[in-house]
């Protein structure tokens, strides 16, 4: 059993290892900072300590300043309490004998727990306070502790937690607004399938990609037959649910490799890696029955079907981005002139 130091630096208010708890009257003289105690009431603290009258005392002064507080008697003590409850600060001995010293404590904590730490010991020539901090350890004190001075040290390690916290809290803020910049600069707002100038980004890289392994990669380039007077007839509002809808028919009915996008107002293309013409073609016809079963009613009692004219593209090795999408463009300029309604396939070059 370690001998602490008993009264090095005794005071009114110091927590010794044995002897008198500091009593009330005496703690009275604290209470301005209890102007602090309703912040106090969202912060836990555990106290671990071999010695079960420090963790008392400790405890208890914690306690009436407005901190919820747990103790422990041993660092195994301490982590299985961490375990089970959400602690802010930990206050813990280092000598802690038949068990994990603090410093052990404090390197578990920091590796699995948030919590931060305050270091109180009697044996300030065991560990320097260099030692104490680069394990992690917020602050490091030695006993006899005193009440003031805890809780000067505590205020400190909470404001710079809320602080870290705070701007840790910005930073993910400012992450997700990045984030969600990036997803609206290349997000089609009505459909939410992607924009045209992320087809271009994508098309440009599968093109590449595409040459260099020598893949297959195919276009389809489909517009939606007679939405003009699909608009003119029911509107504008209207008009946009037959593109929402066709949009989750597209999402339906391409893998995951595939990608769709909104090239134009009525217009859409979807890029098919590793895919041969032909097989573009299937899901281009897929796609194109799917939305033909769609049934929309655009008015009371009235029930319409709409349907799509796709041009099928398969490129061609080295050719330019250019060639490729004008020979879809044209293949469906053909379904459109074959009567609509349809998916046309040819390896043709305007
Ligand atoms: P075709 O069968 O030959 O493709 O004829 P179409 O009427 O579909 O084609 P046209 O290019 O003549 O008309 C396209 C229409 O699409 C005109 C335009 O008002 C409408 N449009 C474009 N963007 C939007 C949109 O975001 N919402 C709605 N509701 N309509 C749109
Ligand atoms: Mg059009
Ligand atoms: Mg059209």
């Known amino acids: 059993m370690p001998v602490l130091p008993m009264t090095d630096r005794p005071g009114p208010m110091a927590i010794q290892r044995r002897g008198r708890r500091t009593p009330p009257a005496e703690l009275a003289i604290l209470d301005m900072d209890k102007v602090e105690s309703e912040k106090a009431g969202t912060v836990q603290i555990l106290v671990v300590d071999d010695e079960k009258p420090i963790c008392d005392i ?3 002064a914690l306690q ?13 003590e301490a982590l299985k309490i961490l375990e089970k409850h959400k602690v802010d600060i ?6 802690m004998p038949g068990g994990m010293n603090g410093i052990e404590l404090t390197t578990l904590i920091k590796a699995n727990h948030g919590a931060d730490v305050i270091v109180m010991t009697g044996f300030a020539e065991d560990f320097t306070y260099e030692q104490i901090i680069e394990k992690g350890a917020s602050d490091f004190m030695l006993k006899p502790v005193g009440i003031k001075e805890l809780l000067i040290r505590l205020k400190r390690v909470l404001r710079e937690r809320a602080m870290l916290s705070e701007r840790n809290r910005a930073e993910a803020l400012l992450r997700e607004s990045e984030r969600r910049y990036q997803e609206l600069s290349i997000t089609d707002n009505l459909t939410k399938l992607y924009n045209s100038r992320q087809f271009y980004n994508q098309i440009t890289a599968e093109i590449e ?10 276009l389809l380039m489909m517009d939606i037959d007679n939405f003009k007077q699909y608009n003119d007839a029911y509107g504008h509002l209207e008009g946009d649910n037959v593109l929402l809808r066709f949009a989750d028919v597209i999402r339906n009915c391409l893998r995951r490799t595939d990608s769709a996008y ?5 217009e859409f293309v979807v890029i098919l890696p590793d895919t041969d013409g032909e097989q573009g073609m299937v899901t281009a016809e897929r796609i194109r029955q799917e939305f033909k079963k769609e049934v929309f009613t655009p008015k009371p009692g009235k029930t319409v079907r709409v349907t799509v004219s796709t041009g099928v593209s398969q490129f061609n090795h080295n050719e330019d981005l250019v060639t490729f999408i004008r020979r879809a463009d044209l293949n469906m300029y053909r379904a459109k002139e074959k009567g609509k309604d349809q998916v046309v396939f040819s390896h043709e070059t305007p």
């Open 58 to 60: 400790i405890q208890e």
């Open 64 to 76: 009436h300043f407005g901190y919820h507080c747990l103790s422990a008697l041993s660092g195994e």
């Open 90 to 95: 930990v206050i813990t001995d280092i000598k």
């Open 209 to 218: 990609r595409t040459n260099r392994y020598n893949h297959n990669l195919t």
């Open 262 to 266: 909104r090239y134009g107002g009525e």
